[in-house]
């Protein structure tokens, strides 16, 4: 088993539509939550970072961890064609690298 | 500006063949780290390094080796290359301390096609 599973996709939505991307993991060492965004023939970029369990938001986009079910989502409000990239999440032990989900590909219609 | 930068973009190479794979950054990040990234898998840790001289094997480490002779420069090498071995590349720097996120700051890539 893996340790980060997270659905590949490609995930289509209409520009406006609400975006929720998952991760689960198995480790119960992870205590840093990251995602990650990253565009065709780039490096991944970090989007959101959080480290407790609950709610983190910034502008349009919500970071959530429920590390009692071990799960982490990302959703993305009013979702716009410049959204369109893959989405990484990311976990870390604190005491090592970071552990990466399969990412999910995310492409927003106009 | 946080930098990190690959020397090359794209490289195609025949099996058998020695590749060098070279990063610099900027920023005086102690730890500097190679992941590889395929479809459907992510990215997985190759090599990491703590400091000047420093690695230590990362999840796949079989067929690579890595050099860390100067703090800003990290490189990973393919002793002899494999058609298994063709995949983006990245390369990745961040502070000792974690700095205030533990973000791990990424290069562009380099996508490696071995012949």
């Known amino acids: 088993q893996k340790e980060v599973e997270q659905d590949p996709g490609p995930l289509s939505v209409p520009e406006g539509a609400i975006v929720s991307l998952n991760c689960t993991y198995s480790?119960?060492?992870?205590?840093?939550f990251m995602w990650y965004r990253q565009y065709s023939r780039k490096g991944p970029e970090l989007l959101m970072y959080t480290y407790s369990s609950g709610n983190k938001e910034d502008g349009r986009f919500t970071a959530q961890v429920d590390k009692s079910s071990k799960y982490i989502s990302l959703f993305i409000r009013d979702s716009q064609p410049s959204d369109s990239a893959t989405y990484l999440c990311a976990l870390d032990t604190g005491r090592r690298a970071l552990t990466f989900g399969s990412g999910t590909r995310l492409q927003v219609q106009p | 500006d946080v930098k990190v930068t690959q020397s090359s973009r794209y490289l195609v190479k025949r099996t058998g063949e020695k590749v060098f794979l070279e990063c610099v950054q900027d920023m005086d990040h102690e730890n500097m780290f190679w992941y590889r990234q395929d479809p459907g898998l992510g990215l997985r840790l190759i090599y990491f390094s703590y400091d000047v001289k420093m690695k230590e094997k990362g999840d796949i480490p079989e067929g690579y080796s890595v050099s860390r002779e100067k703090k800003e420069r990290f490189s990973l090498i393919l002793e002899s290359a494999s058609t298994n071995q063709t995949s983006m590349y990245l390369c990745?720097?961040?502070?000792?301390?974690?700095?205030?996120?533990?973000?791990?700051?990424f290069g562009e890539g380099s996508r490696l096609t071995v012949l």
């Open positions: 480790n119960s060492a992870f205590q840093y």
């Open positions: 990745a720097s961040r502070p000792l301390n974690r700095g205030n996120t533990g973000e791990l700051f």
